[in-house]
C-alpha cells in the first residue's frame, strides 16, 4: 500500500513526458511543411499596380488638376475682332485644333465651370463662322469646359428662337450635366474676354451694350442677345416659351418668368459687356411677330405649362463636327397653320 503514491505519480508524469512528446512532433511537421505553404501563397500574390495603370483605372484616367483661378492670367482684354469675307471654316478648325467635337477642357487646371454655348439659327453660315472664329478662343482663355450646340431650324416655318434654344437646353443634357448655359444670337461677338462666360448666383444678361445701339443697353429691362442661366434656374422658369414665331417678344417673355420666380437680372460692368453685332437684313422667315405683345400679356398665366416641359420636337440628326455639335431639328409650326 505505501508503493501506491509513488507509482501513481511516475504515471502522472508519463502522461505529462508523452504529451510534450506529441506537441514537439506536431510542431516539427508543421515547421517541414511550411516553407511550401508559405511558398504557394507569395506565388499568388498581385504584384504592385504601376500608377499608370491605377490612372487608367479611373474614370477620368487622369490625375487630378488644381482649380482653374478665378480671373484667368490668359485674358486679354479689349480684342480686335475681324470679319474677312474669304475666312473659311476649315481655318478655323485649323487654328483651333485642341477642340474637339465642338467641346474643350483646359489642360492645365479643372474648370470650375462646364458651360454649354446655345446658337440658334437657319441660313446664317457665314455669321456662324465669324462667331467660331472669335468665341473658341475666347473661351479657351477663360479656361472653361465648354461645348457648342448650334440648333438649326429645319423647314421654312417662321423662326423660333426660344422653342430652338429650349431644344437645345435638352439636347446639351444629354451629353453632359453642364452647370451653365448660354444662350446666344448667332450675329453677336463679344468684344472683350472679362466678360465672362459662366452663370452666377442669379440670371445674368451678358449684352450691355453694342455697336448698334451705341454700346448702350437697347431698353430698361432688356434681357435678350446673350443670356446665362444655370441648369436649377432655367428649370425654375420652365425655359422660354414656345409659341413666339418670328422675331421679337421671347426675351421679355423669359424676363418675366425670371421676375416672376423672385429673381434679378445681374449684368457685367458695362466697359466689358460690349459686342458687335454683324450687320444683316432680316431674314425670310422671320418676321416681326405681331401678336408678340398679347403673348406677352399672358406670361404670368401660361408659364407653368408653356416651356420646357411641353417643348415637342424631331431630332433629324445630330452632327459632331469638329468646332460644334449641330442638332437639326422639326420643331412644327405655328398652330392653326
Known sequence: ?????SMLRVSRRGKYVMALLLCASALAWLTANMGDTVKAVTEYTPAPVP???LLEATPSGRKSKAPCPEISPLLHGVLTLSFEPSLTMKEVASENSVVAGGQYQP????ARQSVAILVPQRSREKHLLYLLHHLHPFLQRQQFHYAIYVIQQAGDAKFNRAKLLN??????????NWDCFIFHDVDLVPEDDRNLY???SQPKHMVVGRNATGYKLRYKGYFGGVTALTKDQFKRVNGFSNTYWGWGGEDDDLRIRVELQGMKIVRPPPEVARYTM????????????????????????????????????KT??????????????????????
Open 316 to 337: 433629324l440628326s445630330v452632327e459632331r463636327l469638329p468646332l460644334y455639335v449641330n442638332v437639326t431639328v422639326d420643331i412644327g409650326t405655328p398652330s392653326g397653320h
Open 51 to 53: 500608377e499608370r495603370a
Open 107 to 110: 489642360p492645365e487646371c479643372t
Open 167 to 176: 431644344v437645345g437646353y435638352l439636347e446639351a443634357l444629354k451629353d453632359h
Open 198 to 200: 459662366m452663370c452666377d
Open 278 to 313: 454683324v450687320f444683316h437684313k432680316r431674314d425670310s422667315g422671320n418676321q416681326v411677330n405681331n401678336d408678340r405683345m398679347r403673348l406677352l400679356r399672358r406670361t404670368a398665366q401660361v408659364w407653368k405649362q408653356d416651356g420646357l416641359n411641353s417643348c415637342s420636337y
Open 1 to 5: 500500500m505505501g508503493l501506491c503514491p
